[in-house]
């Protein structure tokens, strides 16, 4: 059984960091694409990182690149979202999410990790 569960969110002033783990299990991910999205209150779901499960090609949403580092740890089946100089607009659920490179829907999704940027 698949699953990705989220941990790291939590309360952080503006200009904070803090650093989202995606522990993945169930499964290789050797073929797979790792993804963090996020949903605000009362927002669709957006997109903010995705890599490679290798670490390869990071990308990421305008609003967070400069600021937000994607990673990926084999050795400990993790993906990493770091987020620094975090603003109340950060403020989301955020989500871990995971794809084969072969299809174009995220199939597998954890349950996610509330963020709240105080200002």
């Known amino acids: 059984q698949v699953q990705l569960v989220e941990s790291g969110g939590g309360l952080v002033q503006a200009g904070g960091s803090l650093r989202l783990s995606c522990a993945a299990s169930?499964?290789?991910?050797?073929?797979?694409?790792m993804g963090w999205f996020r949903q605000a209150p009362g927002k669709e779901r957006e997109f903010v990182a995705t890599?490679?499960?290798?670490?390869?090609?990071?990308n990421y949403a305008d609003s967070v690149r400069g600021r937000f580092t994607i990673a990926s740890d084999n050795a400990k089946n993790t993906v990493y979202l770091q987020m620094n100089s975090l603003q109340p607009e950060d403020t989301a659920v955020y989500y871990c999410?995971?794809?084969?490179?072969?299809?174009?829907?995220?199939?597998?999704w954890g349950q996610g990790t509330l963020v709240t940027v105080s200002s």
């Open positions: 999410a995971a794809r084969s490179i072969w299809k174009r829907e995220y199939n597998y």
């Open positions: 169930g499964r290789s991910f050797n073929d797979y694409i």
């Open positions: 890599i490679m499960w290798s670490g390869s090609s990071p």
